[in-house]
Each structure stands twice: as structure tokens, then as C-alpha cells.
């Protein structure tokens, strides 16, 4: 594990990856398997900033800034989900995973669903925090997780006390 200097929290690099056709400015920190953090709307991966060192004691922490947020490109297009998911796919074998688990917050949330519908096998572990999921599709009676294919997954939805 990376820590810090005098032992204390796990180190957090910042750096930018260029991967399809965008540059993502990310943070990592720790060792481990990896833990992908994804960011809602308006905010950027800084929303992670006090969750980053408990996690990064358990795995490698990836925290993008996705595409058109932050200190990342904002390229004319490109903003449907299923092209951010491949954003962050992208990002997480750059930095040689080729397995990860991914947690995403409101429009986040979305983007990771996205990555466990179109990357099955690379996804292990799914967490929504704060975003409305229809129990179905309209005219239909089957869960949107089952007609997505990825119904190996327990979606949690955790919402913060206020």
C-alpha cells in the first residue's frame, strides 16, 4: 500500500490519461484490487476526496474526473453514457486492470450501470449511490438490471442521512 511520508494516509497521485480519444484527469491511491469512484452532477472526482484513503487501505482507488467535468477534455461530444462507461473502461486498463469494481453517485451511478451492462466480465462489483431507477421498463413488467443481462449484480442504492 502507498502511504503517506509519516505512515498516515495512503499517498493520492494526480495525473492525466489519455484514453478513447479524450484526456481524463484522474486521482489513484492504495494497492489492491480495483476501485472505481465515479462523480455526479455538477461535481467533480473531488467529491471523493474523504472517502479516497479509507478505500485506498483496501484496493486501488480510481477517481476520474469524467469526460466534460473538472479538470478533464470537454470535447464537443461524446456524452452518452455508454461512451463515458468506455471512458472509464479505458481509464481502468491503462492502469492494468483488467477486473474492477465501480461505485457511482447520480449521473455516475448511471455511467457505471453502463459499464456493467457493456463490460460483464471486467466489472465485479456494482454500487448506486443516489440515483432514480425505474422498477421496470415502460410497457413492460421485466427489471431494467435483468433486460440489461448484468442480473448477477445486487444494485444498492445508499442515500445519505440529512
Do not use: C
Not at 472517502?51 to 485506498?56: D, G, K, Q, V
Not at 470537454?74 to 465501480?102: E, I
Amino acid at each position: 500500500m502507498a502511504e503517506g511520508e509519516h505512515g498516515g494516509a495512503p499517498e493520492i497521485t494526480h495525473r492525466t490519461v489519455s484514453v478513447n480519444g479524450v484526456r481524463l484527469y484522474v486521482r489513484i491511491a492504495g494497492s489492491g484490487r480495483a476501485i472505481v469512484l465515479l462523480h455526479g452532477w455538477p461535481q467533480t472526482g473531488r467529491e471523493w476526496d474523504r472517502i479516497i484513503p479509507a478505500l485506498a487501505r483496501i484496493g486501488t482507488v480510481i477517481v476520474p474526473d469524467l469526460r466534460g467535468s473538472g479538470l478533464s477534455d470537454k470535447p464537443a461530444s461524446g456524452y452518452d453514457k455508454a461512451n463515458l462507461a468506455r471512458d472509464v473502461d479505458a481509464l481502468v486498463a491503462s492502469q492494468g486492470f483488467d477486473r474492477y469494481d465501480v461505485v457511482g453517485h447520480d449521473i455516475g451511478a448511471m455511467v457505471a450501470y453502463a459499464a456493467a451492462a457493456q463490460f460483464r466480465a471486467r466489472v465485479t462489483r456494482l454500487a448506486f449511490l443516489d440515483v432514480p431507477l425505474r422498477a421496470s421498463r415502460p410497457g413492460t413488467r421485466r427489471s431494467p438490471i435483468r433486460a440489461s443481462g448484468i442480473s448477477r449484480f445486487t444494485p444498492i442504492a445508499i442515500s445519505p442521512r440529512r
